[in-house]
């Protein structure tokens, strides 16, 4: 019972990158921009979060900080895309590789330093519940905050008017800009969201979740997330219950290790990568489905006056 308590500990810390990313991510789509600049994005967080850890030793700034690198990359992304009218896609590339090499520059004089782990903030008077306190209550505050903002995105999408605004900037940006709704800089705003959750997320890898910098940590997560929105269906409980899925199958790898099963680790760090390509290839089995959900308007630019 300890082991699968300390498993879904595991999981659901594991999962958290994936699902701050990925809803995020999901905000961007849902305003029509394609963002394939995740991965970069979460590197520049990455490293942003881990100076600022070094130099202030408040995890708290060094997240927020690592979100602000987030949401300024993205702001560059949204400046060519949306205002400059660049392909959506080979911009997102761009920033996703410019990322890669700006972290290794950037990163350099931080590689052999560590930072001291943060002790989990836990839930008072739950924390402390046998097995359910330390498969649960006992995470750094990160952790919850994906949860808080997967019910925040649901209720904002779907509970609120400029939730519905932004659904119909992502349906038909033409009839959004016929009522007279500013469509560029809503799309605008729903990228710097998205770039801020990416430095999220990327910011707990580098200080919490690892917490050093190593160049090129992200492996691979910010193209995960990618695939979860399409994943689940642009919805927002899905994504949370995918990236915790894909958490889970990232920390078997080191449990199976540990439980002495004698598996090449090549082939146990391929698991989640593999994960991807099955779940994709499922849901592409339905395109009509995928179709009945994604919006309309996904990834197509829109040119005011046009």
Known sequence: MDAAALLIA??????TPFAIAALGLLMNERAGVVNLGAEGMMLIAAVAGFAVAIHTGSDLLAIGGGALAGAAA????????????????????ALSLFGVGFSAFVGIGYVSRNLPRTAPTGVPGLADVPLLGTAVFRHHWAVYLGIALAIAIAW????????????????SPESAHALGLPVRGIRFAAVCFGGACCGLAGGYLSVVYTPMWVDGMVAGRGWI??????FATWRPARVLVGAYLFGGVTIIQFHLQGFGVEVASQLLSMLPYVATIVVLALISRN???????????????????N
């Open 156 to 171: 904002f999408l779907y509970r609120t008017r400029a939730g519905l605004v932004i659904r119909s900037v992502g349906e």
């Open 74 to 93: 993205a702001a560059v992304f949204g400046l060519f895309a949306i205002y400059l009218n660049t392909n959506q896609y080979a911009t997102g590339l």
């Open 287 to 305: 395109p009509d489905w995928i179709r009945a959900n994604m919006p309309a308007s996904l990834g197509k630019p829109f040119h005011p006056g």
């Open 225 to 230: 997330a990618l695939a979860l929105t399409t």
């Open 10 to 15: 595991a999981t659901l810390s594991a999962g």
